[in-house]
């Protein structure tokens, strides 16, 4: 049975940095150093494929505007609008169109033509007008790290979208940093983290190697280039 445990991380941090039986870096720093390699990961894996880790929440408008942002919010992938049965996409906007945006003339009245901002901690939508509906914000979330409560949890478990063998980028990340630590050379160490990067890259990439879904006859400009569905 595969076995990418805590526990089996550290140990096999600590072999690969040839470290076993040696205290000059323990547990607490080793799980440090994996939890880097987590990070570095779940940011190859959003970046490369975002719909790895998509989620959602949902805002009600008018009342949610600004909403708050999840606390292990990392990325926005979609904000759709749903109102009357119909759901709309949002794009985004920069802060320097605000104001250009709020215009009603430039709203024409249109339901599709709603847009968002991501300020801090917060969501923003314009126009603020009385338009009321349900936002649904499609994000990638923080990545899951690990702790000394988990060592005995299995790693894809705990963070079902690293596929099991993703884990051997974590463990080369982690005994590089253990050889930093020690100053020793880390050269052999880092090609093999890269190899493992472009293994993991080859993948992702081919995860759904399935057809795209695509819309023809579509009147751009207008409110039918925002209609997503009709809900029946």
Known sequence: ??????TNL???AKQRADMEGSTFCTDTEITGYINQGIRELHDI???LYEDYFVTTTTYTLPASNPGTLPAN???AIGVDFETGGITYRV???SFQERNMLQSPYTQQGKLGNLFYNIRGTQIFFIPTNTLSGTITLHYAP???EMEAG????QLTTLIPQITYGYEEYIVCHAAIQMLVKEESDVSVHLAERERQRQRIISAATNRDAGESYAITDVEIG?????FVYKLS
């Open 150 to 153: 988990h060592s005995g949890t």
């Open 222 to 226: 207008s409110i039918q280039d925002d």
């Open 10 to 12: 550290i140990d096999r």
């Open 45 to 47: 894996l959003v970046t």
């Open 91 to 93: 794009r985004p906007y």
């Open 73 to 75: 919010f990392y990325k």
């Open 142 to 144: 923080m990545a899951t």
């Open 1 to 6: 049975m595969p076995n990418n445990t805590l």
